[in-house]
């Protein structure tokens, strides 16, 4: 009786272990979190690129806002990256890992950009446009998980 | 004239002081998410501490002791012990945030990653804790604190419709797209955040500090019933500044430096001087504050002599807890662990600590003994009640709500 606990248990451990596919609410769930924590990244470096612009932040108070948001953006889309998802689901999940990558992208230019030399007038534009669609990219993908799917 | 400036001083030094890191992330991810649907709950919450806060202050300035000298002695040794481990877990816990709190403060002046930062934090606030006069430390950073009135000026500026705010406040309004679990979980989040137990250890055990007696009870209510809630009337600015700021772009608030941004955006640089100055001293603040209630709590219970009124060397092991502690607190945010998600903890783990600590002082301040004519009346005791009532519900649903949300997400 003994040794059938402890092997169900060693059983359930490893089997636990083994990268066996989400299901479609885990994966549902997930991905809204990671594109939720993108819109974060992007709709947090539009506030600071429009107030850098106008002159209302210091600049090390500008950089740390872009790297938090560049930070944490980054470890929720890792997170979704490594999770293996439903087989019927992958088409969606590197659909969602691409536009996620080109989120991340994005932020990392920014910050780049930002902390050194600066923005001119006319980066600062450019930047704040590329922002814009980025973000109106990442509503319509996260408008479109809610919906129940991307397909 | 001397005793209008002594009261005023103390009303300012209670707004100032009475926000914490707790508060600041709490209130602005909760703002940016909800808007002010939540405010509710604020408002409920800062009635709550008014009410245990007078009591604890009541029965220090009447007995001229502290809570858990006199809760050993009233409940017995098994009943304090629950009381100070649940309460000196919670304590440690907000102690590590808040330093976390001075530390993601000062990365946003000077740039330096605030792991580099902590070691001098936390030697500075040791250093406070051991050589500062108690009301030094409290008048200044409390002032130093007011401050961060700069989110109302803020959430002014940006110009809210008001009437929307107030609508979203009074029918507890939940977006559309939130769930009623999340919303639940950050009701009880800003709950814990708003009543955390140190507060009152350290209120009552400051009251012994200053010597406060049955004289003081008019000042130590102004403090409380005009302080509190103004100062409670700043965390409700944070939050209306988030949502005006966040909300339209679906933006959530992981980090500190999005708690001032709103500030930056509405004032420009001279806002966002004010912001860093209140942030750095309301968690400098917080962290003595939380630093000398670990103290307060262990030297209480044990019978041991502490406080800041008596000399180091004749508080020897009162000043060794608080070395500790700080060593503690640096020890765990050297491993770079994010003060954020200490913070988030904390402020559920106060929720849970909640009846532990003010179930006692409802007690305490019923007994005649200790109290006199100044016990408990009965809006006291009914308030009470119905506040451990509260507390005991968001206790209960603290960590089902943790898990079932995953923290909110």
Redo the contacts between chains.
């Keep these: 009786m003994r040794t059938a606990v402890v092997a169900g248990l060693l059983a359930l451990s490893v089997s636990a272990c083994t990268a066996s596919p989400a299901d479609h609410q885990a994966w549902q769930e997930s991905a809204d979190?990671a594109v939720?924590?993108a819109?974060?990244g992007v709709?947090?470096a539009?506030?600071?690129i429009?107030?850098a612009a106008?002159?209302?932040?210091?600049h090390?108070?500008g950089?740390?806002?872009l790297t938090?948001?560049l930070d944490?953006a980054d470890g929720e889309v890792a997170t979704f990256a490594a999770a293996q998802p439903p087989d019927d689901l992958q088409t969606d999940h590197t659909r969602i890992l691409t536009a996620l990558h080109e989120a991340l992208t994005l932020l990392a230019e920014v910050r780049y950009a930002y902390a050194s030399p600066g923005l001119t007038a006319d980066q600062d534009r450019e930047l704040g446009d590329r922002i814009d669609d980025e973000?109106a990219a990442l509503?319509e993908l996260?408008a479109s998980l809610?919906a129940g799917g991307l397909s | 004239m001397k005793k209008f400036v002594a009261l005023a001083l103390g009303i300012l030094t209670a707004i100032g002081g009475f926000v914490d890191i707790g508060d600041l992330v709490t209130n602005a991810q909760v703002g940016a998410r909800f808007g002010l649907s939540l405010g509710g709950v604020v408002v409920i919450g800062v009635l709550g501490i008014c009410v245990f806060a007078e009591m604890s202050g009541r029965v220090a300035a009447c007995s001229g002791r502290a809570t858990f000298d006199l809760v050993r002695e009233r409940l017995g040794p098994g009943m304090g012990l629950l009381n100070l481990i649940a309460s000196l877990f919670v304590t440690l816990l907000t102690f590590i945030a808040e330093i976390g709190g001075v530390a993601l403060s000062i990365?946003?002046?000077?740039?330096v990653s605030e792991v580099l930062v902590v070691p001098f934090i936390g030697i500075l606030v040791w250093l406070v804790l051991w050589r500062a006069k108690f009301s030094i430390m409290e008048d200044v950073l409390g002032l130093l604190g007011l401050a961060l009135v700069v989110f109302i000026v803020a959430l002014w500026q940006l110009g809210p419709d008001w009437g929307q705010l107030v609508q979203q406040a009074v029918t507890m309004d939940k977006p559309e797209?939130e769930d009623w679990m999340t919303y639940a979980y950050y009701s009880v989040a800003l709950f814990g955040a708003a009543m955390t137990p140190y507060e009152v250890f350290f209120f009552s055990s400051g009251g012994v500090e200053e010597k406060w007696t049955a004289k003081d009870l008019g000042t130590m209510r102004a403090n409380v019933f005009v302080g509190f809630p103004l100062g409670g009337l700043l965390s409700l600015a944070i939050a209306g500044s988030a949502a005006m700021?966040?909300g339209p772009?679906?933006?959530?608030v992981?980090?500190l430096?999005?708690v001032?941004?709103p500030v930056?955006?509405a004032?420009?640089?001279i806002g966002?001087a004010f912001v860093?100055v209140g942030f750095v001293a309301a968690t400098f603040g917080a962290a003595c504050e939380t630093g000398l209630s670990t103290g307060y709590s262990l030297a209480q219970f044990f019978g041991w002599q502490w406080g800041k009124f008596v000399r180091p060397g004749a508080a020897a092991r009162f000043h060794l807890v608080l070395i500790l502690a700080t060593l503690l607190a640096v020890g765990v945010l050297m491993t770079g662990v994010d003060p954020i998600l200490v913070t988030e903890v904390s402020v559920v783990a106060s929720a849970v600590a909640l009846p532990l600590t003010y179930f006692p002082i409802l007690v305490v301040a019923n007994d005649r003994d200790y109290m006199g004519d100044h016990v408990n009346g009965r809006l006291a005791n009914g308030l009470g009640t119905i506040y451990l009532l509260l507390v005991v519900v968001a206790s209960v649903a603290a960590i089902p709500l943790l898990v079932l949300t995953g923290m909110g997400?």
């Design positions: 979190h939720g924590a819109i974060t709709g947090t539009q506030v600071v429009d107030a106008q002159d209302h932040l210091t090390p108070y950089v740390i806002a938090d948001a944490t973000l509503e996260s809610t | 990365a946003l002046v000077s740039s797209d700021v966040f772009l679906g933006v959530e992981d980090s430096s999005q001032g941004l930056g955006v004032l420009g640089k966002l860093l997400a």
